[in-house]
């Protein structure tokens, strides 16, 4: 096979160009991009792969015509080419990245161009183009031979879309995950202009704005807006600023992932295919197209990205994300961890005979099937006797659990089994060998930092947490040589916890990271950790997260960024309770199933912001905090439960834990057995 397509390549591409500056390519073709290369498919023979990063795989994640060439975005950064088969990387201003790796002792360090979300380029001049990162724009006036950055109009790190347009002067859009849609006049050197009037609002939030396009068919340019989970079309009246709503498109799916605009129409990806609006009748109906990205999956073996489509050497179709309708899994644990249901539990809870009956008898009256057990708690104590000798040289137990015992006992009754490790909240490595692995103070880098608030009668108090450096590999290294242990002695999963930098205190400026390597940030940071235990572990792991980075593409103050951890791990267990969002989020009638839409929705969009390559199994918030919504609605527990429940069920239904820190699920019998059947609330509010 490897020779057949060596030969269709050197047949077709000998003395043969794509694109040429003199001359189209008069041919019928395909360009697709996918999580291998760039592939090139006459629609005749075999998908030939014509690019990639040097022999190891390489996402293209959008594909870009131009006048004199063709640009690609990757997972790499931009590449150019003039011919469509040779490119050439245009990442000059970039910023680039450091990852830190650590393998038999040794650090080394791997330089990656910052992960772009976006590329487009000018459909009036397009030697203009524009990229985003999250946390800010790339613009480049050449052709892409250098870029310069633009921080972002908003704080918050969450950039989704871009455009950029010259009629009459230089301007440019940027549409953010939950800030809304930014506008700014580069001749005019203005500053940024929020135009989000009309987007849908989540609380204090604008609905995510996916995807911006320029169509200059008409005599002024059209600027058409998209948005997800609440998939509306807008167009943006430039004379005032103002979106002006097109179409609800929600009829053909929830997202609106990607544009592109010929003949008066409007194709666009969803989660269902690829999709094409009628901007004379208003109709919506599917396209060919998502089965000829089926197809080329099946030859490729690749999950499909992106595809530009050729008619006579002219571009006629461009559009990426195709990722959103794909139903294929590639992680190799995937399904091993979903579908798992079960209960956390504290391990001195297991300790005890009838308390690990009573957990049992639950989970069976229940149909519960998993298990998660602290085994290093909140100070960083083992709650197991550890064999290896590293480990107990730095390690602290306490009332550790006997696992020769107890793990016969449930594995007979196939539950399976998560360890829960919280990593950088550490007291135990914190205090170790004279704070050397501690995050440290700036007013004093050989004394470790702690988190100061001020307390009753205007009293600075000492926070109770301590945290260890996440950039030092001996850091990785003792937690990740816990984790192989856990996995060798019986636990099927590792679930992360507190995989994110301290946050509270009002010193919080203060923290010094003596293990930070140049060019390193929180991101690379966590990154680093995570490839470190990925090398390392041949099981599932699953991290947590707090609720709002669940439910929005940011990881700002924490480092939790969903877009990031997909690359390295099985499952994400985002923390949606009801009660630590704020009390007016999602609070509309009814209102006692407010629960219900966190579940939902977080669960929705926790799944498609990771691409849908990771299981999203939520925290389900088993207990009653006192906050007002709490205060009112939590009762007996037994509705607000089920609300909590048919949420996740009713959106992706990939599993789900409880969490009640004194393991009382008695109510559970009450809310969850074979002969009960949660009616759905999904009718009428969502």
């Not at 020779?3 to 697709?32: C, P, Q, R």
């Not at 985003?132 to 052709?143: D, L, M, P, Q, R």
């Amino acid at each position: 096979m490897k020779i057949f397509l060596l030969t269709l390549m050197i047949s077709f591409f000998s003395g043969h160009v794509l694109f040429a500056e003199n001359e189209i390519n008069n041919k019928d073709f395909i360009l697709a991009g996918s999580d291998r290369g760039l592939y090139y498919w006459d629609y005749k023979n075999p998908p030939v792969l014509i690019f990639d990063d040097n022999g190891q795989p390489l996402e293209v994640r959008k594909i870009i015509r131009v006048s004199y060439g063709v640009f690609i975005l990757t997972s790499k950064g931009i590449f150019f080419s003039i011919d469509g088969l040779r490119y050439e990387a245009r990442n000059k201003g970039i910023n680039i990245r450091t990852i830190k790796y650590y393998r038999n002792g040794i650090k080394s360090f791997s330089y990656i161009t910052e992960d772009l979300k976006d590329l487009e380029v000018d459909p009036y001049n397009d030697c203009n183009l524009i990229a985003c990162c999250k946390g800010g724009v790339y613009i480049s006036t050449n052709a892409g031979r250098e870029f310069f950055f633009m921080n972002s109009p908003v704080s918050y790190p969450s950039i989704k879309s871009v455009a950029i347009f010259s009629y009459p002067s230089l301007q440019i859009l940027v549409g953010h995950s939950f800030k809304g849609l930014y506008y700014k006049n580069l001749y005019k050197n203005q500053y940024w202009k929020n135009i989000s009037s009309g987007i849908p609002r989540i609380s204090d939030t604008y609905e995510e704005v996916s995807d911006i396009k320029i169509d200059i068919s008409a005599n002024e340019p059209r600027v058409v807006v998209a948005n997800n989970f609440t998939p509306i079309l807008y167009q943006l009246n430039l004379k005032n600023n103002r979106l002006e709503k097109i179409a609800d498109l929600s009829s053909a799916g929830f997202l609106i992932e990607s544009l592109f605009i010929t003949n008066n129409k409007i194709y666009f990806v969803n989660n269902k295919g690829i999709y094409r609006y009628e901007m004379h009748d208003n109709s919506v109906s599917p396209t060919e197209l998502s089965g000829i990205v089926n197809k080329l999956q099946l030859e490729t073996g690749q999950r499909i990205l992106s595809l530009a489509s050729f008619e006579s050497g002219k571009l006629q179709l461009s559009l990426s994300e195709l990722w959103a309708f794909n139903t294929d899994i590639i992680k190799p644990y995937f399904y091993l961890a979903s579908g798992k249901n079960g209960l956390y539990v504290q391990a001195s809870g297991l300790k005890n005979k009838n308390r690990l009956n009573y957990i049992l008898n639950i989970m069976e009256k229940c149909g519960l099937n998993m298990l998660v057990v602290d085994m290093k708690d909140d100070w960083g104590y083992l709650r197991f006797k550890p064999e290896d000798s590293y480990i107990r040289s730095i390690a602290r137990m306490v009332n550790p659990l006997d696992l020769e015992g107890f793990m016969p006992v449930i594995k007979k009754k196939n539950i399976y089994m998560v360890a829960r490790m919280v990593v950088f909240k550490d007291k135990v490595l914190y205090h170790y060998n004279n704070g050397i692995y501690a995050v440290k103070n700036t007013d004093n880098k050989n004394r470790p930092w702690q988190g100061i608030k001020i307390g009753k009668n205007n009293e600075a108090k000492t926070i109770e947490e301590y945290w260890v450096d996440p950039y030092c590999e001996k850091v990785w290294e003792y937690n990740v040589a816990i984790a192989k242990e856990l996995s060798m002695r019986g636990f099927d999963e590792i679930q992360f916890d507190y995989i994110r930098f301290p946050t509270d205190g009002i010193n919080i400026s203060k923290t010094f990271y003596e293990h930070k390597e140049n060019g390193m940030d929180m991101e690379s940071a966590i990154m680093s950790f995570l490839q470190y235990a990925r090398e390392n572990l041949d099981i599932p792991i699953s991290i947590d997260i707090y609720g709002a980075n669940g439910f929005y593409r940011t990881g700002s103050r924490t480092g939790q960024d969903v877009e990031i951890f997909k690359n390295y791990v099985d499952v994400i267990c985002p923390m949606f309770y009801p009660s630590h969002f704020s009390q007016d989020f999602l609070d509309f009638e009814p209102y006692e199933i407010r629960p219900y839409r966190i579940y939902y929705y977080g669960s929705l969009r926790n799944f498609y912001i990771g691409r849908k390559e990771v299981v999203i199994r939520p925290y389900v918030q088993a207990f009653k905090l006192n906050v007002s919504y709490d205060r009112k609605y939590y009762g007996n527990g037994i509705d607000y439960i089920k609300n909590e429940i048919k949420g996740i069920e009713d959106s992706i239904n990939q599993g789900y834990t409880f969490w009640n820190m004194g393991m009382n699920y008695s109510i559970l019998t009450n809310i969850l057995n074979e002969n009960e059947k949660i009616s759905s609330f999904s009718e009428g509010f969502k």
